[in-house]
């Protein structure tokens, strides 16, 4: 499909994630449409492989293994994205947390000044769930512009992000009513709590805890921001933080939440670009 400019627009659909991930991008020929979908679909196969939890051989699973004082080689990309989980945990004050309680360590028992190494210095067991996925995100529409594309728009159902000049009307679901925005050059995430374990991959068991363990009251949160992953740690944050610190958090990093409450049901769209449902 071309649009009035004359370039070309392609979109493939695959299953990652435990959900359907829609690409698309908007480049200069068909040809160079496809490949760029094509890396952008290798760019998530690669977070999906080393940032597993429990997989052999994953990035976080060699650092479930590790003792205490020991120190395990991370891909960059892995290194990156927890660095960016460390600078949200601190920030929230330890609201974002994604060590889950079947070991004893938290975030801050994790050393990574050593790029590309991280030392551990009690064991833990990290779930990055949501956020790998929209880092995951990040990285294919890294490789959509690589690639050539003057635009596109990556879908991961609860984790979105868009460049170029096109604006993208989204529609975001959740049991506490829709919420329909219009994303240009940015990138959005939902997250709600209160849902069935059904409803999201079984591997991922969720980091909803808070600094104290008390797990997070239902709702649902979206945010829009620079990237994917920041939009989609920052949904956990505000599941968990007060008003204030709702405000603070936003405010520094220069992200905006879109309200849920008291939001009109929209039609059902036929496409699935249009549609965000919700991160676990």
């Known amino acids: 499909m071309s649009n009035s400019s004359g370039f070309h627009i392609l979109s493939r659909l695959r299953v990652a994630f435990g959900t359907f991930v829609a690409v698309e991008a908007e480049a200069p020929d068909e040809s160079c449409a496809a490949r760029a979908i094509g890396a952008a679909f290798e760019a998530l196969a690669t977070v999906d492989r080393l940032m597993h939890p429990t997989r052999i051989g994953s990035d976080l699973a060699r650092l479930a293994l590790c003792e205490p004082g020991g120190r395990v080689l991370l891909h960059p990309w892995t290194h990156d994205l927890l660095q960016l989980c460390v600078r949200l945990h601190r920030s929230s004050q330890g609201c974002f947390d994604p060590c889950l309680r079947s070991a004893a360590g938290r975030l801050a028992d994790l050393e990574l000044s050593e790029a590309p190494f991280a030392r551990v210095r009690v064991p833990l067991h990290i779930d990055l769930g949501g956020i790998a996925k929209g880092f995951a995100v990040d990285r294919a529409l890294d490789s959509l512009r690589i690639a050539g594309c003057i635009g596109g728009l990556v879908n991961a159902g609860g984790d979105l992000a868009a460049f170029g000049a096109r604006t993208h009307r989204i529609v975001c679901r959740s049991a506490h009513g829709d919420a329909v925005v219009e994303l240009r050059d ?34 649902a949160a979206t945010v829009i921001a620079a990237s994917a992953a920041l939009a989609d740690g920052l949904t956990k944050c505000l599941l968990l933080a007060t008003a204030a610190e709702r405000d603070r958090l936003l405010r520094l990093f220069d992200a905006r939440e879109v309200p849920h409450q008291n939001a009109t049901p929209s039609p059902r769209s036929k496409r699935l670009k249009s549609e965000l449902s919700s991160n676990h």
Request: no cysteine; net charge positive; aromatic share 2%.
């Open 186 to 219: 940015a990138a959005l995430a939902t997250s709600e709590v209160g849902r069935p374990p059904a409803s999201r991959p079984s591997e991922h068991q969720g980091h909803y805890h808070g600094v104290h363990g008390t797990p997070a009251a239902r709702g």
